[in-house]
T-cell receptor, first 116, second 114 residues
Framework: EAGVAQSPRYKIIEKRQSVAFWCNPI?????LYWYQQILGQGPKLLIQ????????DSQLPKDRFSAERLKGVDSTLKIQPAKLEDSAVYLC??????????????FGPGTRLTVL | AQSVTQLDSHVSVSEGTPVLLRCNYS??????LFWYVQHPNKGLQLLLK??????LVKGINGFEAEFKKSETSFHLTKPSAHMSDAAEYFC????????????FGPGTRLSVLP
């Protein structure tokens, strides 16, 4: 089966600009996650969707970050305006079950964002 | 609340020698635990998972981990390192009754010397 797809793979922008990332999860996976991975750290959850509804966005900086998952499939994550500290790899993951605690999350290759 | 400590930020071993990557966790509930590996410019890949069944868990590529509740540890081992094992390794905890709230450790970078 095809894996989680993300684009672009790399993005360089200047601070105060806007940027958007796209994710296509594994077909049939109801749950989708966006993580931020700063260099030298483990990934940190930004937002979790169940179908097209938000389950957890407690760590999403809502003054500048937004995400949507229209139709419960693809998702976009937007940053507006970007700050220097937003430089990171943005990972998208998906999983297939809603309530199981044993789910594997399948990760995409990530988008590496550099803010100058 | 859950947290994960990976005691070594960098481990270096020679090819053919054993690998030990240490992980300690804190969880208010009986946790599920995972190890993921991240090769450069690649996505995270699941190595193995503990889900309250057998305490010794076998994963892919010869890796295994043992869940020790008394020590709150979930160390990753491999008897003989291969050059292709060089990567970043993440220990992950999730509380059993919430399911999918992954908390990642900071990672351990494994170097394998020829």
């Amino acid at each position: 089966e095809a894996g989680v797809a993300q684009s672009p793979r790399y993005k360089i922008i200047e601070k105060r600009q806007s940027v958007a990332f796209w994710c296509n999860p594994i077909s049939g996976h109801a749950t989708l996650y966006w993580y931020q991975q700063i260099l030298g750290q483990g990934p940190k959850l930004l937002i979790q969707f169940q179908n097209n509804g938000v389950v957890d966005d407690s760590q999403l900086p809502k003054d500048r970050f937004s995400a949507e998952r229209l139709k419960g499939v693809d998702s976009t994550l937007k940053i507006q305006p970007a700050k220097l500290e937003d430089s990171a790899v943005y990972l998208c993951a998906s999983s297939s079950s809603r309530v199981s605690s044993y789910n594997e999350q399948f990760f995409g290759p990530g988008t590496r964002l550099t803010v100058l | 609340a859950q947290s994960v400590t990976q005691l070594d930020s960098h481990v270096s071993v020679s090819e053919g020698t054993p690998v030990l990557l240490r992980c300690n966790y804190s969880s208010s509930y009986s946790p599920s635990l995972f190890w993921y590996v991240q090769h450069p410019n690649k996505g995270l890949q699941l190595l193995l998972k503990y889900t309250s069944a057998a305490t010794l868990v076998k994963g892919i590529n010869g890796f295994e981990a043992e869940f020790k509740k008394s020590e709150t540890s979930f160390h990753l081992t491999k008897p003989s390192a291969h050059m292709s094992d060089a990567a970043e390794y993440f220990c992950v905890v999730t509380p059993d009754n919430y399911g999918q709230n992954f908390v990642f450790g900071p990672g351990t970078r494994l170097s394998v010397l020829p």
